[in-house]
């Protein structure tokens, strides 16, 4: 698709390319990056599927788009997507995948269709005090110096911002506005994040700075990501006769290196712990995702804390032995190298009494079993130690969930700090303690928590 000021090219097909049936394309990863970019070069660039091979380390495809059942964890996911109207390169992308579940319709069709009759919005984006109402009141409460501050970093120059902090370009009116607290929590933001990121979130999302409040810009899918967006994705690229092969772990690539030009000449890789490797020649194609948020994550479990994982991290070190040959790949460690500062963690929670989305539907104030938006985005509690937010999206969250159950997504900021009713840091808590703190920020009288708590499943990263 080409963008202009109208339609007149929106809707042209490209030519086929010269040369394109000797071409081949290997994708590292299986995330969203390699699974529209094989299917960009199949519908614009005239690229058989048979020619185009995906290599991924793990035993299914979708990176950071996951979500499944584990049968000794229950429901897993490990984060989800916050989408809004212009995702141009994904709209694009889905209008031409068929929906699994509605026949002669797009995944594009389907996903208009339900946020057009069950539109997204927050009744309650803040709470307090076990429960209770933050009163936040769309307000953004941005003193004038503030907003000086804020108007500052959207209108400087990229290089005014590059190697700063956050809070070395915001003061405290900024950091106890409302607005920090709806823009931190939605984005997943700390004060010593890079100013130039902040920036760039500015820009990205400025046409919808005046729904942060209640997140009403937001689209959600009809289930987990994983399962309304991958599958039907991965279904049509294998149709094509895309190949995917599984327990590939890339670990070099090799480069002819020359003035002004970098050319691939090998891929090496473990396959299922058995070294191999395949020539890159003139005529093939290489595309890598390298580094990823969810690299080395752990799963903990009901009665098991997660595992800090401080490698080996197979995207982040391929990465790095790229970036060794040449300066111009780029520095991985400004990224990857301060676990500390970088580390976060979610919990997956499945309730399992019928007690406790009761108190869901109190701040919600919707009904979690309705099939329509339940939260409408995350909902932050304003005095929580781990300034704690969680999300239960349209129920079931999951096919083939129970429907007398809810899946809720927690995550927390200040994973280090000792919680206000699990006096221990997130990061140290079971699955079973996690859930005690959520309960106890619902409102559930404490007497009650630690029974409910030992009768939901959740899973904690």
Same mark, same amino acid.
């Given at each position: 698709?080409?963008?202009?000021?109208?339609?007149?090219?929106?809707?042209?097909?490209?030519? #086929?390319?010269?040369?394109?049936?000797?071409?081949?394309?290997?994708?590292?990863?299986?995330?969203?990056?390699?699974?529209?970019?094989?299917?960009?070069?199949?519908?614009?660039?005239?690229?058989?599927?048979?020619?185009?091979?995906?290599?991924?380390?793990?035993?299914?495809?979708?990176?950071?788009?996951?979500?499944?059942?584990?049968?000794?964890? *229950?429901?897993?996911?490990?984060?989800?997507?916050?989408?809004?109207?212009?995702?141009?390169?994904?709209?694009?992308?889905?209008?031409?995948?068929?929906?699994?579940?509605?026949?002669?319709?797009?995944?594009?069709?389907?996903?208009?269709?339900?946020? #057009?009759?069950?539109?997204?919005?927050?009744?309650?984006?803040?709470?307090?005090?076990?429960?209770?109402?933050?009163?936040?009141?769309?307000?953004?409460?941005?003193?004038?110096?503030?907003?000086?501050?804020?108007?500052?970093?959207?209108?400087?120059?990229?290089?005014?911002?590059?190697? $700063?902090?956050?809070?070395?370009?915001? *003061?405290?009116?900024?950091?106890?506005?409302?607005?920090?607290?709806?823009?931190?929590?939605?984005?997943?933001?700390?004060?010593?994040?890079?100013?130039?990121?902040?920036?760039?979130?500015?820009?990205?999302?400025?046409?919808?700075?005046?729904?942060?409040?209640?997140?009403?810009?937001?689209?959600?899918?009809?289930?987990?990501?994983?399962?309304?967006?991958?599958?039907?994705?991965?279904?049509?690229?294998?149709?094509?006769?895309?190949?995917?092969?599984?327990?590939?772990?890339?670990?070099?690539?090799?480069?002819?290196?020359?003035?002004?030009? $970098?050319?691939?000449?090998?891929?090496?890789?473990?396959?299922?712990?058995?070294?191999?490797?395949?020539?890159?020649?003139?005529?093939?194609?290489?595309?890598?995702?390298?580094?990823?948020?969810?690299?080395?994550?752990?799963?903990?479990?009901?009665?098991?804390?997660?595992?800090?994982?401080?490698?080996?991290?197979?995207?982040?070190?391929?990465?790095?032995?790229?970036?060794?040959?040449?300066?111009?790949?780029?520095?991985?460690?400004?990224?990857?190298?301060?676990?500390?500062?970088?580390?976060?963690?979610?919990?997956?929670?499945?309730?399992?009494?019928?007690?406790?989305?009761?108190?869901?539907? $109190?701040?919600?104030?919707?009904?979690?079993?309705?099939?329509?938006?339940?939260?409408?985005?995350?909902?932050?509690?304003?005095?929580?130690?781990?300034?704690?937010?969680?999300?239960?999206?349209?129920?079931?969250?999951? $096919?083939?969930?129970?429907?007398?159950?809810?899946?809720?997504?927690?995550?927390?900021?200040?994973?280090? #700090?000792?919680?206000?009713?699990?006096?221990?840091?997130?990061?140290?808590?079971?699955?079973?303690?996690?859930?005690?703190?959520?309960?106890?920020?619902?409102?559930?009288?404490?007497?009650?928590?630690?029974?409910?708590?030992?009768?939901?499943? #959740?899973?904690?990263?």
């Amino acid at each position: 698709m080409y963008y202009s000021s109208g339609n007149y090219e929106a809707f042209a097909r490209p030519r #086929k390319p010269d040369g394109v049936d000797s071409k081949t394309a290997w994708f590292v990863g299986s995330g969203l990056a390699a699974l529209s970019g094989a299917a960009f070069m199949i519908r614009d660039g005239h690229v058989r599927g048979d020619r185009i091979t995906i290599l991924e380390r793990l035993n299914l495809p979708g990176g950071a788009l996951d979500g499944g059942w584990d049968p000794e964890r *229950g429901f897993v996911i490990r984060g989800g997507r916050e989408m809004e109207e212009h995702f141009e390169c994904l709209w694009d992308l889905f209008r031409s995948i068929p929906s699994l579940e509605l026949e002669g319709a797009s995944v594009l069709d389907e996903f208009y269709w339900l946020n #057009k009759d069950d539109p997204n919005y927050s009744l309650q984006r803040v709470t307090v005090n076990q429960g209770q109402d933050a009163h936040t009141d769309g307000l953004f409460t941005l003193g004038e110096e503030a907003q000086k501050e804020l108007i500052a970093v959207f209108l400087a120059a990229r290089k005014q911002m590059e190697g $700063k902090r956050i809070d070395e370009v915001f *003061g405290s009116e900024f950091f106890n506005s409302n607005f920090w607290l709806y823009w931190r929590t939605m984005f997943a933001f700390e004060e010593w994040h890079s100013a130039l990121e902040m920036k760039l979130y500015l820009h990205r999302f400025i046409h919808h700075i005046g729904g942060l409040p209640n997140l009403r810009a937001l689209k959600f899918t009809k289930y987990n990501q994983y399962e309304s967006l991958v599958s039907p994705l991965c279904k049509w690229l294998l149709e094509q006769g895309v190949i995917f092969r599984y327990g590939v772990e890339v670990t070099d690539i090799d480069f002819d290196i020359k003035r002004g030009r $970098k050319q691939v000449t090998g891929i090496h890789w473990l396959e299922n712990g058995i070294a191999g490797n395949v020539d890159i020649g003139p005529d093939d194609l290489v595309f890598m995702t390298i580094g990823s948020l969810t690299e080395s994550s752990d799963i903990g479990g009901h009665q098991a804390a997660p595992r800090l994982d401080e490698g080996p991290a197979p995207a982040w070190d391929l990465w790095r032995r790229i970036a060794a040959k040449d300066t111009a790949f780029g520095r991985p460690n400004a990224f990857g190298g301060n676990i500390a500062a970088t580390k976060w963690e979610s919990a997956t929670i499945t309730t399992l009494d019928a007690r406790i989305p009761g108190y869901i539907r $109190k701040i919600a104030k919707r009904d979690p079993f309705s099939g329509r938006v339940v939260t409408g985005g995350i909902v932050t509690v304003k005095d929580s130690s781990w300034l704690l937010s969680w999300t239960a999206n349209r129920q079931p969250h999951f $096919k083939h969930q129970p429907r007398d159950q809810v899946v809720v997504w927690v995550y927390s900021l200040f994973v280090e #700090k000792d919680g206000d009713y699990v006096k221990k840091p997130m990061q140290d808590c079971t699955g079973e303690e996690i859930t005690q703190e959520w309960l106890y920020h619902l409102g559930v009288p404490v007497a009650s928590i630690s029974e409910l708590a030992a009768r939901a499943s #959740k899973r904690c990263r």
